[in-house]
């Protein structure tokens, strides 16, 4: 297939086809519902599975049931969907069970607003679900990483049992990029899920279980220890990230993901201009954090501006891999504010007036 | 040697695993149907249980077949889940009344509404068992419960609430009825509808729920028999047995 114009939205539902998706269970939100209005045509047309279920906490357990049963299955949702749909993910992630849970993030706190933002990256990083679980997140910036981020998620979720996370803001739901989506995705090996539940006569003399309930603190803490290692392979392997510019020893390095990293493009182009040369540190997996990026900052690098469409959240990582070697300031706009270029330049030439004491 | 003959053997549809519950709790008797039924049918080998979080948690450990544990409420929604993607497979939750009539219940009503092929073994026993006796919504007026310590007060708590009757007016429900199982007459009627609910999902009838009126001798401060005489003197006026629902061949719905 060619490269086609297509909103962002409807490039999700399109790339989880592709990915091989069986079964979507959703409840309407803005800004997102065009995914499920694109599946609820083309799965059913196909035999697959659309169900709009009465709640967001419904549409998770239904994906647990699916991921349990051996399906490839997601939900998409916004933020306050995504808040109830914590729950459920805690389960999954503690019952070890492959999904896909896009979340396309307006503005909050409560109801908040519609318009774009990333004041949910405690929400995907941190969750609020209980217990010591990590999801994997990936947050693209660009249609076309996105389509291949979510063809290949079905995969990683599959391959490490765990669910996976693509986060993007309204912006990139609602824009129209063109995009090929017949990119080929990186070949991992897939085992049979042996371990699905699919009635004994398919797994004769063994009986399948999907659970998270552990009563005896000594396996449960055992357990707990072995999803720390899986979480550390999966740093390992599944970690990603964009240096941008950084041929020569930037002056300033900025860290940016998603729509917030587009918008500093623009403006490292302009600081250029100007004489200034600025970096950037691009998260693509915000889960797991790229903290080994920042060993390659220049340690004559006066400063890094995490620059975020929310108040501060991700700053929080920026800090913990800066680890006190270079001055750290912030930008932030947030509430569906979407910045101008202008004002990250404007936040660099005066990085002083941004540092986080 | 006098030859031994076997007169009763543990049913196939169970595992070995020692069962959970208290001296005297009808949660095993319900057990021992649910299996029998699955194997009489034919079905073990096709049906996935779903386990909700009350004392009945540890279910999964108890049918002999796959199984996933929900969390708390959410068993019918998980059990949809299950059921779309394998729908010639045979899906069943077992709930108390705290899952599934009270943070459960929006689950409950539209995987109804939806018709969703599954059945659902419902074991109402007025009480949040495992949490040590707090009130449920199923509670009776006046009953004594750790969070209604003078009595239920239904003006302040609302009154019992009926699930098989509200459920009954839903049009996709195949088949609701309730039962209990506090003497041989009545465990032999909730044998036959349990039995019924599961032939029924076989054929692809609709959604099933089998609401068993159950004890809790240990909440309820009784002795286990006592406790069956309650069930049947108080409970069952409250909460009245019978066909709600049946779309049958031989039965106007
Ligand atoms: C979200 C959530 N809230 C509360 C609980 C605590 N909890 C566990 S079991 C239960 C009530 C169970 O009562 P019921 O469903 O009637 O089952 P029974 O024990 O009586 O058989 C509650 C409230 C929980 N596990 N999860
Ligand atoms: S607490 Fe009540 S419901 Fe739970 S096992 Fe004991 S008797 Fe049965
Ligand atoms: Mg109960």
Excluded at chain 1, 79 to 107: F, H, N, T, W
Excluded at chain 2, 157 to 169: F, H, R, V, Y
Excluded at chain 2, 189 to 208: D, N, V
């Amino acid at each position: 297939m060619a490269k086609v114009l297509m909103k962002g939205n409807e490039a999700i539902a399109l790339a989880a086809i592709k990915g091989g998706v069986d079964a979507f269970y959703g409840y309407p939100i803005t800004p997102q519902n065009e995914v499920p209005e694109y599946l609820s045509k083309h799965l059913l047309a196909n035999g697959k599975v659309f169900l709009q279920s009465e709640s967001e906490v419904s549409a998770i357990n239904m994906v647990y049931g699916a991921a349990g049963a051996g399906a490839r299955v997601m939900t998409s949702s916004s933020s306050p969907g995504i808040a109830l749909k914590q729950e459920g993910i805690s389960y999954i992630a503690a019952a070890e069970l492959p999904c896909l849970i896009v979340s396309v993030m307006r503005g909050g706190p409560g109801l908040g607003g519609i318009q774009p933002s990333q004041a949910d990256y405690y929400q995907a990083t941190r969750g609020g679900g209980n217990g010591d679980y990590s999801l994997i997140v990936y947050a693209p910036e660009t249609i076309q990483e996105m389509v291949d981020t979510i063809k290949e998620s079905f995969d990683i979720a599959d391959y490490y049992r765990n669910p996976v996370m693509v986060l993007v803001d309204g912006l990139i739901g609602q824009m129209m990029e063109s995009v090929d989506f017949d990119k080929p995705v990186k070949e991992r090996f897939l085992p049979e899920k042996d371990w699905a539940t699919t009635g004994t006569a398919n797994h004769p003399g063994r009986r399948n279980v999907a659970n998270s309930l552990e009563i005896d603190p000594v396996a449960l803490e055992q357990k707990n220890i072995r999803l720390q290692e899986k979480y550390k392979l999966i740093k390992k392997n599944e970690t990603r990230y964009e240096m941008v510019n950084f041929e020569e020893e930037p002056e300033y390095v900025i860290v940016a993901y998603g729509t917030m990293a587009r918008i500093c493009r623009s403006a490292i182009e302009m600081l250029a201009k100007d004489g200034i040369n600025v970096g950037m540190i691009r998260p693509i997996s915000i889960l797991p954090f790229p903290d080994e990026a920042f060993d390659e900052i220049p340690k004559k690098a006066k400063g890094i501006l995490c620059a975020e469409l929310s108040m501060g959240q991700m700053l929080d990582d920026v800090l913990i891999s800066n680890n006190g070697r270079h001055k750290v300031g912030f930008f932030g706009r947030s509430g569906g504010m979407v910045p101008d270029p202008e004002e990250i330049v404007d936040a660099i030439k005066n990085f002083s007036e941004r540092v986080v004491k | 040697m006098a030859e031994t003959t076997v007169k009763y053997e543990k049913t196939k549809g169970l595992t070995d695993k020692p069962l959970s519950y208290c001296p005297g709790c009808t949660h095993g008797i319900v057990h021992k149907l649910v299996g029998e039924a699955l194997v009489d049918l034919d079905i073990l080998d096709k049906a996935i249980g779903v386990a909700s979080v009350g004392c009945s948690v540890f279910s999964y450990e108890f049918f002999n077949c796959d199984a996933q544990q929900a969390p708390h409420g959410r068993a019918c929604a998980e059990a949809t889940g299950i059921k779309r993607v394998l729908p010639d497979n045979i899906v069943f939750t077992y709930q108390g009344d705290g899952d599934l009539a009270s943070i459960g219940i929006a689950e409950t009503i539209h995987a109804a509404n939806r018709g969703e092929n599954i059945t659902v073994i419902f074991v109402n026993n007025a009480i949040y068992g495992m949490t040590g006796g707090q009130m449920a919504p199923t509670s009776l007026k006046g009953q004594k419960t750790t969070t209604s310590q003078d009595g239920r007060d239904t003006d302040w708590t609302g009154n019992p609430i009926k699930i098989s009757e509200m459920l009954a007016t839903i049009e996709g429900v195949a088949y609701i009825e309730r039962v209990s199982v506090h003497d041989p007459k009545h465990y032999l009627k909730a044998k036959k509808a349990i039995k019924k609910a599961f032939q029924y999902q076989k054929e692809k009838k609709g959604f099933t729920l089998i609401e068993v009126v159950s004890t809790c001798p240990v909440n309820w401060g009784m002795k286990p028999v006592d406790a069956m005489k309650w069930l049947s003197k108080e409970m069952i006026p409250v909460f009245p047995l019978g066909v709600y629902k049946d779309k049958g061949d031989n039965h106007e719905s």
